[in-house]
């Protein structure tokens, strides 16, 4: 969960660590050395070992180009709207960067080969749907470029879902994804747009649905590594391996990825799934509605529709005796026009969005609460939602219970978490909750994250996988 604002941090530390000189022709001119006999053997041998699992994968790529990182960046820049605090922050980071520039990124084991630039390959694949339907669905495999136009050959892999969203403009594949930033010439990366988003962006977005996106996400994997098998000048290294990476609501879907894989430890052997870094993500729904109903009030209301929208799309059978509107209050029903449009529009950011219904709901000098900040939680949910012995809030938390993390399965990789203790978005039970169910294979890091709140922590947890010290 995020505003696109957090872009900027990523961005504005990759620019201070790299420069960037070669012409837009680099992929044809520069790349002279075309795959050679070599190389096409060395791409088959990795594919032999995946070839049961990509067989019958297809794919359509839409698009195959070349970015450079100060392009990259002012792509996810384009209408952001910068918070004071993580303004503050980028600013500490540039100049870090700055001093550091001459030693360059810092990767796990070894320094990567400088990244002067990206191949950005954008491309449909099957999957399926919330009903389990046929459904076509848009990604991105990307990669790293050096100084003389060559690709750099990927020492690991990362599947990286990215964070909430509302445009359509911050997916991946429409260049506005601040994910597109954690991309390092050890790696690479493939990030799916979503169901709701991309070519599907007329569809609900199965918000907190983790097993579907789990599908769809495992989907996007294997059709980005046979993209990058088939259209790439060079092999993965010989020594590849798998990571699982994500913030917020990317990071509850990167747990959700890792179950899958350790419920599925052939696949995951193949693929050489090493480990999940996840940082602020809702992994147990339930625990994420019970903070909120704790709180009253909520810095970050889109959430809400989000979630009803998305869980009667997933389970008619448990909420198919009500309607959306049920769920929400009078006063709210007024305004319901105006949200459902900037959702199912896929033109505005969740934090317009948020801004929209602060207006809606205007608290001040109310004590205990921000006016244009935060709002009530019976400012839109109809307070029989909030009643836990109500039939109305048993059923949604049924809905939530179904896409809880936290219990169904027995951790074999290692769990890496990243949290900080003040996020009243995600809350830090979320985390609390993994490590309870969890407590021989997860670690939870809030050394520098501390007591930060949701954007900060995701800023700080970028920057921990952008220079490698993950």
């Known amino acids: ?27 044809t001119e520069n790349n002279v050395n075309v795959e050679t006999e070599q190389t096409l053997t060395r791409n088959a041998a990795n594919c032999e070992e995946l070839a049961g699992d990509i067989a019958n994968v297809k794919y359509q790529v839409t698009s195959d180009r070349k970015a450079q990182v100060g392009e990259v960046f002012m792509n996810v820049l384009k209408g952001s709207d910068c918070d004071p605090e993580v303004e ?18 810092m990767t796990r084991t070894t320094m990567p080969e400088p990244t002067f630039a990206y191949r950005y390959v954008d491309f449909n694949y099957e999957s399926i749907d919330e009903q389990g339907k046929p459904v076509t669905l848009s990604a991105r495999v990307c990669w790293g470029m050096n100084i003389s136009g060559q690709e750099i050959s990927p020492k690991y892999m990362a599947l990286c879902p990215h964070s909430t969203i509302a445009s359509d403009y ?4 429409k260049d506005g994804s601040l994910e597109n930033a954690l991309l390092q010439g050890d790696r690479l990366l493939i990030m799916p747009d979503y169901l709701g988003y991309g070519a599907t962006k007329d569809r609900v977005h199965p918000y907190i649905n983790h097993d579907l996106c789990t599908r769809n996400s495992i989907d996007a994997l294997k059709a980005g590594y046979k993209v990058f098998a088939d259209l790439s000048k060079v092999p993965m290294d010989p020594e590849w391996k798998l990571y699982v990476i994500g913030c917020s609501q990317g990071g509850a879907n990167s747990l959700a990825i890792h179950k899958w894989l350790d419920t599925h430890l052939d696949f995951a052997q193949r693929w050489r ?36 929208k998305a869980m009667f799309a997933a389970y008619p059978e448990i909420l198919g005796k009500w ?17 459902d449009y900037m959702i199912s529009s896929k033109e505005y950011t969740s934090g317009s969005i948020n801004k929209e219904i602060f207006k809606m709901f205007p608290h001040k000098g109310e004590a205990g609460i921000k ?5 009530w939680l019976t400012d839109i949910l109809n307070p029989e939602v909030m ?16 896409n809880d993390l936290t219990k169904g399965w027995n951790p074999v990789h290692p769990i890496h978490l990243y949290h900080g203790k003040s996020d009243t ?27 930060d709140g949701h954007l900060i922590t995701c800023a700080k947890w970028m920057a921990k996988v952008k220079f490698g010290s993950w």
Request: hydrophobic share 40%; aromatic share 12%; glycine share 4%.
């Open 273 to 308: 799934f090493e480990y999940s870094y996840c940082a602020c993500g809702p992994y147990s729904p339930v625990v994420t509605f019970q903070e909120y109903f704790k709180q009253k009030k909520l810095d970050y209301p889109i959430v809400l529709p989000l979630t009803l």
């Open 387 to 402: 009643n836990p012995e109500s039939e109305m809030s048993k059923a949604l938390f049924q809905c939530l219970d179904k």
């Open 88 to 105: 503050a922050f980028v600013d500490q980071l540039r100049r870090e960067a700055e001093e550091q520039q001459d030693d360059g990124a």
């Open 425 to 451: 978005i995600v809350g830090f039970a979320n985390s609390e909750a993994v490590m309870a169910a969890f407590p021989d294979m997860a670690t939870l890091d809030v050394s520098l994250a501390g007591t």
């Open 170 to 173: 911050e997916t991946p594949t």
């Open 323 to 339: 309607k959306e509107e049920d769920f929400y209050s009078e006063t709210y029903l007024k305004h319901k026009s105006v949200v």
């Open 1 to 27: 969960m995020k505003t696109k604002f957090l872009s900027v941090m990523m961005f504005s530390a990759m620019i201070a660590t790299t420069s960037c000189t070669q012409d837009d022709d680099i992929l």
């Open 371 to 375: 006016d244009g900040a935060q709002i």
